[in-house]
């Protein structure tokens, strides 16, 4: 799809039916002339941009139905299948998987790479974290298991941090050097965390069944409030346009919608923390979102005003 601003200007470019069942997962390569597609059909297809015209197809990439897809760079990408398997794939190399792995007992979530392309992260529903190392093709670490499926994984604070969501509803931290066991958790009053992607070094918007989008910044731990809503209906992925100024978002209603997150990148949340009465209605961070009609901007650390943009949606530790 071509998207627009301006009212009526969303359009159908192209659409593929090479999958023979349901397609789980896309993403485009990091220079945004290929888009992959991963399918319960155990297939990978790799298509054009432009055209949508199938350039390369994996028939029977894994043995069980694929879950997720992550282009590494323009060559090298992942996929993770619904059994814990995880292949990592150079399209110069043909058909050949250059890391083959089952470490992890359940579907493979999502999955995240360091910015120099050599430590591949992956989420697993046995909540346990991998660890694998792409340069050398091998398996190096797993977490200890976290309660519930983790179901999404990010690089925060340049790279020094790793977050994952949970079935739970909660967060669970990682220091960069210490994958075997999570460093801080944080409970949200959320269903679940769904799906997670990183707006700034420091604040994830996450998705929930509950149909909310949460803005959390991460350490400290807080709920900034809710940037919109499929209300009532599952959220199933989040994405962030290059530049950070527009949030995407795919729910059970069958929508994508798009929100204006740029006023994210200007927050600031220091360690004090206002008393706020639990369970009280998430601040709206922007027009569109529902929650509380109180602006969000009065909460902003102005020049040495000892305030934090807090939210009242939290109940975990900092």
């Known amino acids: 799809y071509s998207y627009s601003c301006t009212e009526g200007e969303n359009r159908q470019l192209w659409s593929s039916g090479h999958h023979l069942k349901s397609c789980r997962d896309v993403a485009f390569s990091q220079d945004g002339q290929k888009l992959f597609t991963v399918s319960k059909d155990k297939s990978v297809h790799v298509l ?4 949508g015209r199938l350039e390369t197809r994996f028939p029977k990439a894994h ?4 879950n997720c897809v992550l282009p590494i760079d323009n060559h090298v990408f992942a996929t993770g299948d619904d059994n814990g398997a995880l292949k990592v794939w150079d399209l110069r190399k043909g058909g050949e998987a250059i890391l083959e792995a089952r470490q992890q007992e359940e579907y493979i979530s999502a999955m995240a790479v360091d910015g120099n392309g050599k430590i591949l992260l992956t989420a697993s529903g046995d ?14 670490l797993l977490s200890e298991p976290q309660n519930g499926d983790l179901t999404s994984v990010v690089l925060l604070k ?4 790793v977050a ?3 079935s739970e509803g909660t967060i669970y ?5 210490g994958f075997g066991a999570a460093s801080d958790r944080f409970a949200l009053r959320a269903e679940s965390v769904d799906c997670m992607v990183p707006i700034t070094e420091s604040i994830v918007c996450v998705g929930s069944l509950d149909g909310v989008i949460r803005a959390v910044n991460v350490l400290p731990n807080r709920v900034l409030g809710s940037v919109g809503q499929h209300l009532g209906e599952p959220i199933e992925q989040l994405a962030v346009a290059l530049g950070g100024q527009l949030l995407a978002s795919c729910a059970h209603d069958q929508k994508v919608k798009f929100w204006d997150v740029s006023a994210l990148a200007t927050m600031v949340v ?3 923390r206002k008393k706020k009465k639990k369970g009280g209605p998430l601040r709206a961070l922007s027009g569109k979102a529902v929650g509380s009609s109180e602006d969000f901007f009065a909460d902003l650390c102005d020049g040495d005003e000892p305030k934090a943009a807090a939210g009242s949606d939290s109940d975990g530790s900092d």
Not at 48 to 51: G, Y
Not at 127 to 140: Q, Y
Not at 158 to 161: H, L, P, Y
């Open 270 to 272: 220091d360690d004090y």
């Open 164 to 166: 994952c969501g949970s």
């Open 63 to 66: 043995g069980s139905a694929l």
């Open 173 to 177: 931290l990682f220091n960069w050097d």
């Open 158 to 161: 340049r790279g020094k941090k």
């Open 48 to 51: 054009t941009t432009e055209e």
């Open 127 to 140: 909540g346990t974290l991998g660890v694998f190392n792409v340069k050398r093709r091998r398996f190096d």
